[in-house]
């Protein structure tokens, strides 16, 4: 008996000693359990982070590929890639290079009179020479033609060297430049955003309306202010840039140049070698950028009104010099007073002129108006003057006293004005709009010159494909403009009416 209770001591013995062991196993057991999942769910989140950055590796790789592998239409050999997006073009597939193709169609159909309703009267506005029986000029012109036909061929080399120039087939040019010829060209560099150079032929900076393309304009062309005042395209040498000034971003442009409306095809031996100047300042106000003024139309329906300012100035000297090249370039024309009937007439200079411009203009949901008004200075040389044939009034009629004795017009100095002011609204946002203009043109100790204008677009595909008539009163016409289709009976009233078809691709 006491054996087996000596036995059962002892075996209850060990069971006490070696409970706390076990227990102790089974939790450390447990522990190194609980570690082993922790670093089990470590390796599969890196594993996880590894397969989604090796599939991020393979997609970029790809694109890479597919960025480096021949688009449709593309030379392989050379990099080079051609497709259309609003316009043809050619390009390198670093877009370092790239040569742009635009053209410019405007079908016109023009229907004109004068208030010559017994055609008594010569262009001029003179009375037919005595014995003429062959009386005076149509008073009324019907035609289509081909007012603009151009090819523009421009882009960039190395990105910031940009050219462009243009090539024209206007139907109803003068004579020594019908067909095909270079009309404009272009070549311009921007070493920073506030300082840039451009050279080459064409608008000078002078005006809004004229700096503004043809492709653009509210009315079928520009006003009657605009022809007397502008200095068309000029040969020269061009500062621009724009300057940030916090939310006023003002752009400017100053131009070196041969001579105001030197003509394109002189030679060296015949161009003047007195410079002329022009510098014109934008200033766009209201949260706006010159490009919300780029069309005269608020083709972009804004929804928040924008402003912009515009200042110009331009000075020419037009006298004949005496040096060894020859140089000549009477081709500047201004209106003066004709002491013969006391009424206007044209004048190449032979002098000095100043010309000073400014201009507003503002846009709002589909409403744009447009205000520009001019002043013209002329220092007249009288021995130098001559007369301009543009109503072909050569050594007869009104013109007859003044080369008897050799008085062409009446003073000196002249100060002369002018104005635009023109407005458009769509009925239909983006595809129909109403416009009217009135300019006025007052010459110094004369008769004034007024322009009465109203019209319609419709846009098909914005500027790109534009139907557009407008009809227009002119009670005295001062100039003979071939563009606006100004053609008439000097210092006669003139009614137009005009339809145009507009075509760029």
Same mark, same amino acid.
């Given at each position: 008996?006491?054996?087996?209770?000596?036995?059962?001591?002892?075996?209850?013995?060990?069971?006490?000693?070696? %409970?706390?062991?076990?227990?102790?196993?089974?939790?450390?057991?447990?522990?190194?359990?609980?570690?082993?999942?922790?670093?089990?769910?470590?390796?599969?989140?890196?594993?996880?982070?590894?397969?989604?950055?090796?599939?991020?590796?393979?997609?970029?790789?790809?694109m890479v590929q597919e960025s480096q592998s021949?688009?449709?239409?593309?030379?392989?050999?050379?990099?080079?890639?051609?497709?259309?997006?609003?316009?043809?073009?050619?390009?390198?597939?670093?877009?370092?290079?790239? #040569?742009?193709?635009?053209?410019?169609?405007?079908?016109?159909?023009?229907?004109?009179?004068?208030?010559?309703?017994?055609?008594?009267?010569?262009?001029?506005g003179t009375l037919p020479a005595l014995g003429?029986?062959?009386?005076?000029?149509?008073?009324?012109?019907?035609?289509?033609? #081909?007012?603009?036909?151009?090819?523009?061929?421009?882009?960039?080399?190395?990105?910031?060297?940009?050219?462009?120039?243009?090539?024209?087939?206007?139907?109803?040019?003068? %004579?020594?430049?019908? &067909?095909?010829?270079?009309?404009?060209?272009?070549?311009?560099?921007?070493?920073?955003?506030?300082?840039?150079?451009?050279?080459?032929?064409?608008?000078?900076?002078?005006?809004?309306?004229?700096?503004?393309?043809?492709?653009?304009?509210?009315?079928?062309?520009?006003?009657?202010?605009?022809?007397?005042?502008?200095?068309?395209?000029?040969?020269?040498?061009?500062?621009?840039?724009?300057?940030?000034?916090?939310?006023?971003?003002?752009?400017?442009?100053?131009?070196?140049?041969?001579?105001?409306? *030197?003509?394109?095809?002189?030679?060296?031996?015949?161009?003047?070698?007195?410079?002329?100047?022009a510098t014109r300042l934008v200033i766009p106000?209201?949260?706006?950028?010159?490009?919300?003024?780029?069309?005269?139309?608020?083709?972009?329906?804004?929804?928040?009104?924008?402003?912009?300012?515009?200042?110009?100035?331009?000075?020419?000297?037009?006298?004949?010099?005496?040096?060894?090249?020859?140089?000549?370039?009477?081709?500047?024309?201004?209106?003066?007073?004709?002491? *013969?009937?006391?009424?206007?007439?044209?004048?190449? #200079?032979?002098?000095?002129?100043?010309?000073?411009?400014?201009?507003?203009?503002?846009?709002?949901? &589909?409403?744009?108006?447009?205000?520009?008004?001019?002043?013209?200075?002329?220092?007249?040389?009288?021995?130098?003057?001559?007369?301009?044939?543009?109503?072909?009034?050569?050594?007869?009629?009104?013109?007859?006293?003044?080369?008897?004795?050799?008085?062409?017009?009446? &003073?000196?100095?002249?100060?002369?004005?002018?104005?635009?002011?023109?407005?458009?609204?769509?009925?239909?946002?983006?595809?129909?709009?109403?416009?009217?203009?009135?300019?006025?043109?007052?010459?110094?100790?004369?008769?004034?010159?007024?322009?009465?204008?109203? &019209?319609?677009?419709?846009?098909?595909?914005?500027?790109?494909?534009?139907?557009?008539?407008?009809?227009?009163?002119?009670?005295?016409?001062?100039?003979?403009? %071939?563009?606006?289709?100004?053609?008439?009976?000097?210092?006669?009233?003139?009614?137009?009416?005009?339809?145009?078809?507009?075509?760029?691709?």
């Open positions: 008996m006491r054996k087996w209770f000596t036995v059962v001591t002892a075996g209850v013995l060990v069971l006490l000693w070696s %409970s706390p062991a076990v227990y102790a196993s089974e939790t450390d057991t447990q522990a190194q359990l609980q570690a082993l999942q922790a670093r089990v769910a470590e390796l599969e989140a890196q594993l996880g982070q590894t397969d989604y950055r090796q599939q991020n590796a393979e997609l970029v790789n790809e021949p688009a449709f239409g593309a030379a392989a050999d050379t990099g080079l890639t051609a497709g259309y997006d609003k316009r043809f073009f050619i390009k390198s597939a670093d877009d370092q290079f790239k #040569l742009e193709f635009d053209t410019r169609l405007q079908f016109r159909h023009t229907y004109s009179m004068t208030d010559d309703g017994d055609n008594s009267i010569e262009q001029d003429d029986t062959d009386g005076g000029v149509d008073s009324s012109a019907s035609g289509f033609e #081909l007012e603009r036909a151009r090819l523009y061929l421009k882009g960039h080399v190395l990105k910031d060297l940009k050219f462009n120039f243009a090539f024209d087939g206007d139907d109803d040019d003068s %004579s020594d430049k019908v &067909g095909n010829f270079l009309y404009t060209y272009e070549l311009s560099y921007n070493f920073m955003p506030e300082m840039g150079v451009k050279l080459g032929r064409y608008k000078g900076p002078f005006g809004k309306q004229e700096t503004t393309s043809s492709a653009r304009q509210m009315m079928v062309d520009r006003s009657l202010a605009n022809e007397v005042f502008n200095i068309d395209r000029v040969t020269g040498i061009e500062l621009f840039g724009s300057l940030n000034m916090g939310d006023v971003k003002p752009e400017y442009h100053i131009m070196l140049f041969n001579g105001l409306q *030197n003509t394109n095809d002189l030679p060296f031996s015949e161009t003047d070698n007195s410079p002329g100047i106000m209201m949260g706006a950028t010159t490009k919300d003024f780029a069309n005269e139309s608020d083709l972009e329906g804004h929804e928040n009104a924008v402003a912009q300012l515009g200042m110009s100035f331009a000075y020419g000297n037009d006298r004949t010099e005496d040096h060894f090249a020859d140089g000549e370039s009477d081709s500047y024309e201004f209106l003066g007073k004709n002491i *013969n009937d006391g009424r206007s007439d044209i004048y190449e #200079l032979g002098g000095e002129v100043t010309l000073f411009g400014i201009d507003l203009a503002m846009k709002s949901n &589909g409403l744009s108006m447009i205000l520009e008004g001019f002043y013209q200075h002329v220092d007249a040389d009288c021995g130098e003057l001559v007369f301009e044939e543009d109503f072909g009034s050569a050594g007869t009629g009104r013109h007859t006293a003044e080369l008897l004795t050799g008085e062409i017009i009446d &003073g000196y100095e002249l100060d002369n004005y002018g104005w635009v002011a023109q407005c458009g609204y769509f009925i239909v946002p983006e595809k129909f709009e109403l416009t009217s203009r009135i300019s006025g043109v007052c010459v110094d100790s004369t008769n004034d010159m007024y322009e009465y204008a109203g &019209g319609w677009n419709y846009y098909l595909a914005g500027q790109d494909l534009k139907l557009s008539m407008d009809l227009t009163y002119i009670d005295d016409l001062p100039i003979s403009s %071939s563009s606006p289709n100004f053609e008439g009976v000097q210092n006669n009233s003139l009614f137009m009416v005009r339809t145009q078809l507009q075509f760029q691709f």
